[in-house]
């Protein structure tokens, strides 16, 4: 059974930092690829960003490149969103997900492709 915790969200102003983490319990972590989705009030769930299973890759959603950057930490089990320059549009409960399959070649957006999600943590930027 695989366990995702996200933490770290909070309230901001806009123009400021957060940094989301995403601890995972479980099998073997560091073998699959990671993904940040969210999902605004009202809204459908969305990509946000991946990294592959080696850390070699990251993919990102056009909202957030150059402002979001993802990494990950296998030796602590953990996925990180640093997001910096937030804007009120990024508001939203922010998840982690973990991808379906054994060392995945390919980074994916598609919320079919993750099997396992955590519980999602809250951030909300004020302008």
């Known amino acids: 059974q695989v366990q995702l915790v996200e933490s770290g969200g909070g309230s901001v102003q806009a123009g400021g930092s957060l940094r989301l983490s995403c601890t995972a319990s479980?099998?073997?972590?560091?073998?699959?690829?990671m993904g940040w989705f969210r999902q605004a009030a009202g809204k459908e769930r969305e990509f946000v960003a991946a990294i592959r299973w080696n850390g070699a890759i990251t993919h990102y959603a056009a909202s957030t490149e150059g402002r979001f950057t993802i990494s990950r930490d296998d030796a602590k089990n953990t996925v990180y969103l640093q997001m910096n320059s937030l804007k009120p549009e990024d508001t939203a409960v922010y998840y982690c997900?973990?991808?379906?399959?054994?060392?995945?070649?390919?980074?994916?957006?598609?919320?079919?492709?993750?099997?396992?999600w955590g519980q999602g943590t809250q951030v909300t930027v004020s302008s």
């Open positions: 479980g099998r073997i972590f560091s073998s699959y690829n």
């Open positions: 997900a973990r991808h379906g399959r054994l060392r995945a070649a390919v980074l994916t957006d598609l919320r079919r492709a993750y099997d396992y």
